[in-house]
Each structure stands twice: as C-alpha cells, then as structure tokens.
C-alpha cells in the first residue's frame, strides 16, 4: 500500500524527517507515535500523496467549511463521485436519498442532532466528529488521520477509531493517546527526531515501552 525508501521531507529549509524507510501493507492498521514536532504530520502527508485517489484524509485542522452545514461537509467527502451538476444540486437542495446516507454516519459519531447546522456554531470535538464523518462517507480503500480523536472523550474516541476500523481495510493514524494506540492499531511506528525510532507490533509492546520517544 505505501513504501518508503530513505526518503526525506522539510519545509523552508528545516528538515522534518530524513532518512525514512518503511512499508505498510494492505490491511494493515497503523498508530504513529511520537512528540509534538518529531514529524508524524509530515510522515502522514508523505503517504497520503502515494495514495491520494484511493485514501480518505482527517487533517489535524479538520479542513471543514465552516459556513456549511454538517450534512454538506460529510457530503464533501464523495464528490469526486459524483457529476459536478449533482454536487451543485445537492449542496444547494439535498435531496432525500443523500440526506439518509449521511444520516447513517452521523447517528453513529452522534451528531444527527447537528445535520443542517452550519460547523462554524460547533464545539471542537463536534467538528472532529465532523472531520471524521466525511471521511467515512468518502470511503476508499484506506484512511489516514492527523490526532483525529484529540478533541473528544474517551468514549467518543472509541467509538471513532472502531467506526474508521471498521470502514476501511487500512488504517494510518497519528496518535497522542499511548493506551489507544495499542489498542486499536497492530503496529506501532515510533517517530523521534525526525527519524523512526520504533517499529514493532502493538502485541509485543506496552505503553512504557513507547516513552523513550518522548525523552529530549
């Protein structure tokens, strides 16, 4: 699904990453760890660009417009499916059959309450939710998230990586929480200082062994 072989990324000048190698294979479900700033963003853009057609994305900044409802920002998500025609149609009058697709994803992350409200009047956490319905109405092959359960509770966090899990055959996640990420991943690649520090399955680690990725 995604190989890198010593590649390399950095923006204006600074490097972010060098030197990475690494394979992720179809099926596969993937937690990045690692400190703020060690280069799991950049990792995840890397492989997003190898992929992009087939590969449903959550950035960390959700990437919402936030003057549209949640009903056209999950609806977003399959418009490259669509005839343009349609999409304009649907934005501007949605018709019943969408409106019910949609529905479905939102009465899982528990947001139909919200359907026709515009994202901007949300609370964070409810636009993380929001971010991550569009990608699961956009569907594909795989999905690739930046933090996408940093604004919510547990509970909430839970029933979302279950949801993405469940979605789509592979999954690549940037992950903060230590004890989520072992538990809904089958690998765990550690980032630290631009570099991967750690690649191992989730089976044979605990969240002590991921704390040297945080030592400076």
Not at 19 to 39: H, M
Not at 121 to 144: I, K, M, N, P, Y
Request: aromatic share 6%; charged share 20%.
């Amino acid at each position: 699904m995604f190989r890198l072989d010593r590649a390399s990324a950095g923006y204006n000048g600074h490097a972010v990453l060098s030197d990475i190698s690494l394979t992720i294979e179809a099926g596969e479900r993937v937690a990045l760890v690692g400190e703020s700033g060690a280069g799991k963003s950049t990792l995840l853009s890397m492989l997003y660009e190898q992929q992009k057609p087939r590969a449903a994305l959550i950035p960390q900044d959700t990437a919402l417009v936030r003057a549209l409802s949640v009903f056209h920002n999950i609806f977003i998500g399959r418009l490259h499916h669509n005839k343009t025609l349609y999409n304009l149609r649907t934005l501007a009058w949605p018709a019943r059959a969408e409106v019910d697709r949609v529905r479905v994803i939102t009465d899982r992350l528990r947001l139909t309450d919200k359907l026709f409200t515009p994202v901007g009047e949300l609370s964070g956490g409810q636009q993380q939710r929001t971010a991550v319905g569009r990608a699961l109405f956009h569907g594909g092959d795989v999905v690739l998230g930046d933090e996408p359960v940093s604004a919510v509770d547990e509970l909430q966090a839970r029933e979302i990586l279950t949801a993405l899990s469940e979605s789509h055959a592979t999954v690549v996640l940037a992950m903060h929480d230590l004890g989520l990420a072992l538990a809904y991943s089958d690998r765990i690649i550690g980032i630290r200082a631009g570099q991967i520090g750690l690649d191992a399955p989730s089976a044979d680690l605990c969240s002590s062994d991921l704390t040297s990725l945080y030592r400076t």
